[in-house]
């Protein structure tokens, strides 16, 4: 699990924050879906949760591992995969998974073995010798994805990890993520795509210019913004003040 405490960020000399005073917890055994329009704060909040970035004021406790005070122990303890996996293009594939094998030092045998089985999930195994530049966009996304796997980390954080994706691999992220769930993981994701999030999330969180709209499940938002019958996209739409909601004809 982890808990982002009172965490801010501003990236101009104005005061605006792009993340203003977050506060959010994420719960083992639960897919946390975090949702918002673009520039709402998703990938600034997630890029301070894996410390990417360091925020001007709060902190990120990682397994009740402060990532401000021990920053190596807590980021031991997730495994990232961006939204853009363009990076390491010279190195071969099998290479890049070797390095991530390292830097957490994953032995030698889970190692191979690990590889061996999400390669194979991933249609990666035959390419793994191939340089990475070489790939197409989709596959440098699953290989991100089985680097992040191999780590078998506590706590899995994804932005917009289905973006590139065709449909087998999508599906077969989506599965993997209820199965760290349910073995007690933490696995936390943004996105874009409503329908996914409604079918999958255990909890959602929508922020809007760096604030928290709501936190909760599916049920608790429906309860509380929305009408019989409405979809997530419909809610969200609402709670963001879209125009589009707004005029919406039936189409």
């Given at each position: 699990?982890?808990?982002?405490?009172?965490?801010?960020?501003?990236?101009?000399?104005?005061?605006?924050?792009?993340?203003?005073?977050?506060?959010?917890?994420?719960?083992?055994?639960?897919?946390?879906?975090?949702?918002?329009?673009?520039?709402?704060?998703?990938?600034?909040?997630?890029?301070?949760?894996?410390?990417?970035?360091?925020?001007?004021?709060?902190?990120?406790?990682?397994?009740?591992?402060?990532?401000?005070?021990?920053?190596?122990?807590?980021?031991?303890?997730?495994?990232?995969?961006?939204?853009?996996?363009?990076?390491?293009?010279?190195?071969?594939?099998?290479?890049?998974?070797?390095?991530?094998?390292?830097?957490?030092?994953?032995?030698?045998?889970?190692?191979?073995?690990?590889?061996?089985?999400?390669?194979?999930?991933?249609?990666?195994?035959?390419?793994?010798?191939?340089?990475?530049?070489?790939?197409?966009?989709?596959?440098?996304?699953?290989?991100?994805?089985?680097?992040?796997?191999?780590?078998?980390?506590?706590?899995?954080?994804?932005?917009?990890?289905?973006?590139?994706?065709?449909?087998?691999?999508a599906f077969i992220?989506?599965?993997?993520?209820?199965?760290?769930?349910?073995?007690?993981?933490?696995?936390?994701?943004?996105?874009?795509?409503?329908?996914?999030?409604?079918?999958?999330?255990?909890?959602?969180?929508?922020?809007?210019?760096?604030?928290?709209?709501?936190?909760?499940?599916?049920?608790?938002?429906?309860?509380?913004h929305g009408q019989?019958?409405?979809?997530?996209?419909?809610?969200?739409?609402?709670?963001?003040?879209?125009?589009?909601?707004?005029?919406?004809?039936?189409?």
């Amino acid at each position: 699990m982890f808990e982002i405490k009172g965490v801010s960020k501003s990236y101009n000399k104005n005061g605006v924050k792009a993340v203003n005073s977050l506060n959010l917890t994420v719960n083992n055994g639960e897919i946390f879906g975090f949702l918002g329009p673009n520039g709402a704060g998703k990938t600034t909040t997630i890029k301070m949760i894996t410390g990417i970035l360091p925020p001007d004021e709060g902190d990120v406790i990682l397994n009740d591992i402060s990532l401000a005070e021990r920053p190596i122990a807590a980021k031991r303890t997730f495994a990232f995969v961006p939204d853009n996996p363009e990076i390491f293009s010279r190195l071969k594939a099998i290479e890049y998974l070797n390095f991530i094998g390292d830097v957490y030092k994953v032995s030698l045998e889970e190692r191979k073995s690990r590889i061996e089985f999400y390669c194979n999930k991933f249609g990666l195994k035959d390419v793994l010798g191939n340089k990475i530049s070489s790939y197409s966009h989709g596959m440098k996304q699953k290989l991100f994805l089985i680097a992040s796997l191999i780590t078998e980390p506590d706590n899995w954080i994804l932005d917009e990890p289905m973006v590139g994706l065709d449909p087998e691999a999508a599906f077969i992220i989506k599965e993997i993520m209820r199965e760290r769930a349910n073995s007690g993981k933490t696995v936390f994701f943004s996105t874009h795509v409503m329908e996914v999030a409604e079918k999958l999330c255990d909890r959602i969180g929508i922020i809007k210019k760096g604030e928290l709209l709501f936190v909760g499940t599916m049920n608790e938002l429906k309860e509380k913004h929305g009408q019989e019958g409405q979809s997530l996209e419909e809610i969200f739409l609402k709670l963001i003040g879209s125009e589009v909601q707004e005029g919406k004809n039936d189409f």
